[in-house]
């Protein structure tokens, strides 16, 4: 409907610009119509959808877990089958998420040094990286809700997704010569596979690079 175009239009451009606007017309505008009138939202899915995708890359611990929230009360519902469509996109905001939010370290001068530092944690102030270690519990959790939202929804072929998900992080980290993310890219696999119930390692990765 032209009303809720007008609404989007006013979240995306008007809010946007302001981190605590942004995160109050996710939690008390679009959360709230996501989980009860999906009817409304699905003609403009391909748009909701990149909103709640652009917020999960986001550095504010709360936008993110808002984010997804909404990813999952939009695709855990009567628009499940239409996930499909978006399998690959959530799988790569997992991975970002997960190695931004709990797998790095502390930003440089915040911790002992060492050990995996995303670039997005690098980059964070010291009262970010505190929102994200108090985050990090719900975080997880919301990372393996949707994990298994995509497990469910693309039911005999999440093996082959996988698959599919791991060859394209081996090509991307090889070429870039980050070998040190290795480990934490077949972690994250192994995340996934745990909140999915699989027994399978995640061996794809071990053996490249």
Known sequence: SDQFDKF??????????????????????????????????????RK?????LQAAEGVNASEVLLAWHGLCLLFGGNL???ATLYLQ??????????LTFIASGPPPGLGPPGGFVSPVVESMTDVEWSLAERSRPALRQSFALAARLVAETAEDKIDQLLSE???????????????????ELRQFVSFVRDAIGTEEEAAGLASIC
């Not at 610009?17 to 999906?38: I, K, V």
């Not at 909701?48 to 709640?52: A, G, S």
């Open 80 to 82: 499940r089958s239409r």
């Open 48 to 52: 909701v959808t990149e909103v709640l």
């Open 89 to 98: 996109d959530i799988l790569l905001r997992l991975a970002f998420g997960y």
């Open 8 to 45: 989007l239009y006013f979240g995306t451009v008007h809010c946007r610009t302001d981190q605590t606007a942004f995160l109050l017309f996710l939690e008390f505008g679009l959360l709230p119509l996501l989980s009860r009138e999906d009817w409304l939202v699905a003609p403009r899915l």
């Open 165 to 183: 998900f791991e060859g394209t992080l081996v090509s991307s980290t090889c070429s870039w010569r980050t070998k040190n993310l290795m480990p």
